[in-house]
């Protein structure tokens, strides 16, 4: 039993074999548009990995490729070991996608749209799965009324019960809370951890920073067709998240007294301010130093604030910083 | 092959066409049964007999083509133009089926439910005239080759067509003229002597005079030539769909 036990350990999370590994991808549009320029990207099996990026990015275009609704000009992806054009049989087996729009067939039940969905990727009828999926979706109730009754919040939970329909290993899910309320939003949080844990590799684009915070274990930043980093979330906000704290003075300063002038600490132009710059993570802040510091200098503040930078914050000074 | 996916496309067409019987079989047998009224019946028994066949059976197998024919093309064409509109096509173009597979998923739907209307037709028709068909198997072979070919011609529209306007134009100002002066009504051998070579290079004759030619043995053109021609614009169209699938035109950016 104890053998056993230890043969069915989940592999350790930072040896992860890369599941879908998209290389040299580039496309440009009819109109002479190029939405993705030399696209390289891994994604590793059983991860969140958020895709993040301004409007027109190219992260639709990045997904609709590996998903076979778009071609590529140049480059390829392999997808769980297969090439999703030489092989793409295998490839999209795999791949389970909720597009950005809520295209569905409107006169359709949503039993019916959903048993169209499985079959159309080659699984065998099973009844019994796809209830499972719509009362995981609070969709049970309504599997008998046509599409076109449902709100949007219900349509879009259609459009995740097609997409894992046929029990995808990788899931696309571009843009899934756009437009969706907050209640659906946490449902659809809690659905994407379980799939995770059931061993489903995740990729959502999203304009919500707070929702690629709370999900992803790794991020990617696309802007202008260009992947313009990959990091892993914790490491991303470390390196790149800071804490501030900003002392407004009483009076004035010319110039930091020579003592205390470290590459933390900085005199705002005016001399009013005092920014004191520390790391988020270490234990040590030296604020209470400081401090104790600056009353021996006899430099008295009146108010102060701490800050921290938010992945928001970081993706906009990214994106910004390559415009 | 994905014959799951060939199935849910066929089921998916079928139940469309049972969602609107209506529109799709009763409406199609309620103007062919109009026709057998005004032409078969009320004009028919005034008119002469042509090639020893009463005028009202003359009309018979000619009526069920060109039910075939724009029932064929219109089907099959928003079969496949609604997904491209509505943006449903996403889910058959990153699925696990083949260019091969979807058409005979759609195209076989198409040409199902043009047989069923054909076979409808012929027994409205029977409740009209009396008629007989001399090669029973010969009038199936060219219903379903008919259906088929004009199912894969009505694809090729639906692909092409990027609006609703288009969607209709080619059945409303190719095909219909065609069919109608294609020797439905009249045997092409009525007409003067260019005009019936003009004829000739209409498909729909070769179609109408093989299917007449099934019923009673009696024929515009040659069924051999019937049989190839119609063969010949089925490859046509296959081709077409072929490169429609190796470009992705108008399905894939």
Known sequence: MKLLDSLEMPRPAGAADPIITVSGLTKTYASGFQALKKVDLEIRKGEIFALLGPNGAGKTTLISIVCGIVNPSTGTVIADGHDIIRDFRPARTKIGLVPQELTTDAFESVWATVKFSRGLFGKPPNPAYLEKILKDLSLWEKRDSKIMTLSGGMKRRVMIAKALSHEPTILFLDEPTAGVDVELRRDMWEMVRRLRENGVTIILTTHYIEEAEEMADRIGVINKGEIVLVEDKHVLMQKLGKKQLTLQLQEPLASLPPELQSENLQLSEDGAELVYTFDTQSRETGIAGLLRRLSEHGIDFKDLQTSESSLEEIFVSLVRGRA | MNFYGIKAIYLFEMARTWRTIMQSIASPVLSTSLYFIVFGSAIGSRMASIDGVSYGAFIVPGLIMLSILTESISNASFGIYMPKFTGTIYEVLSAPISAVETVIGYVGAAATKSIIIGTIILITARLFVDFSIEHPLWMIAFLVLTSVTFSLFGFIIGIWADSFQKLQIVPLMIVTPLAFLGGSFYSINMLPPFWQNVAL??????????????????????????????????????AAIGWIFRTGYRIKA
């Not at chain 2, 093989?210 to 019937?226: E, H, K, L, P």
Request: hydrophobic share 60%; glycine share 14%.
């Open chain 2, 201 to 238: 290079f209409n498909p729909v004759v070769y179609l109408v005079s093989g299917f007449r030619w099934s019923f009673y043995g009696v024929a515009d053109v040659g069924v051999g030539i019937s049989l190839g021609m119609t063969l010949v614009f089925m490859l046509i169209c296959l």
